[in-house]
């Protein structure tokens, strides 16, 4: 299994970026993926969730601002940011648990100047 992250970037508070992750080596039409963030000297925190059926589950901080997606013909899953303030900057990772093993992506760097 292979998550591939990109789409992070440098953007101004109120601004909006969207981030993608792409998945190779595994069934992916069946699988829970995630995002998670960790922004420096700090815990690696689960942001977004959907599932195989496309339920989502969000943290509290997203507060409505960010949305996340998937494409099971792509094999990809997508996080929307939008509204994004300094305290958003992180970088962002996609992850899976298939077969019973974790799977991140390399992570992106998302940087929110204000």
């Known amino acids: 299994v292979q998550l591939q992250a990109s789409g992070g970037g440098l953007v101004q508070a109120g601004g909006s970026l969207r981030l993608s992750c792409a998945a190779s080596g595994m069934l992916f039409r069946i699988a829970t993926m995630e995002w998670y963030r960790q922004a420096p000297g700090e815990q690696r925190d689960l942001v977004a969730s959907?599932?195989?059926?496309?339920?989502?589950i969000y943290a509290d901080f997203v507060k409505g601002r960010f949305t996340i997606s998937r494409d099971n013909v792509k094999r990809g899953v997508y996080l929307q940011l939008n509204s994004l303030q300094p305290e958003d900057t992180a970088v962002y990772y996609c992850?899976?648990?298939?077969?019973?093993?974790?799977?991140w992506g390399q992570g992106t760097l998302v940087t929110v100047s204000s």
């Open positions: 992850y899976t648990k298939y077969s019973q093993r974790q799977f």
């Open positions: 959907i599932q195989s059926g496309g339920d989502t």
